[in-house]
Nanobody, 121 residues
Framework: VQLQASGGGLVQPGGSLTLSCVGSGSILTMLDPGWYRQAPGQQRELVAGIGYDGQINYHDSVKGRFTISRDNNKKLLVLQMNDLRPEDTAVYYC????????????????WGRGTLVTVSS
């Protein structure tokens, strides 16, 4: 089982990026998916997540600018980021609570490898 994040890059302030996270392997369910970020010298923080009850939560600093969405059939998690700011610069990670379709099933949190977002002019 893997989570593969992609879509990072260098963008000017005010620009947009779309991050994608795709699950692969023997995945039965992918719950509580979320995007996190970690800036240099900072702790990792939740940027946006879809809770077990389906409620979407955003970090206050990204409300109105970022949108999280998912496609369960494709095991895909997307983060649309608009109006990017220099303070959004960080390595972005996806995470999900995954249950495998193996016998017996295994359930644990998986992290994708980070994708770097740099917002700079």
């Amino acid at each position: 089982v893997q989570l593969q994040a992609s879509g990072g890059g260098l963008v000017q302030p005010g620009g947009s990026l779309t991050l994608s996270c795709v699950g692969s392997g023997s995945i039965l369910t992918m719950l509580d998916p979320g995007w996190y970020r970690q800036a240099p010298g900072q702790q990792r923080e939740l940027v946006a997540g879809i809770g077990y009850d389906g409620q979407i939560n955003y970090h206050d600093s990204v409300k109105g600018r970022f949108t999280i969405s998912r496609d369960n059939n494709k095991k895909l998690l997307v983060l649309q980021m608009n109006d990017l700011r220099p303070e959004d610069t960080a390595v972005y990670y996806c995470k999900a609570d995954i249950t495998t379709d193996t016998i017996p099933p295994v359930r644990r949190f998986y992290w994708g490898r980070g994708t770097l977002v740099t917002v700079s002019s």
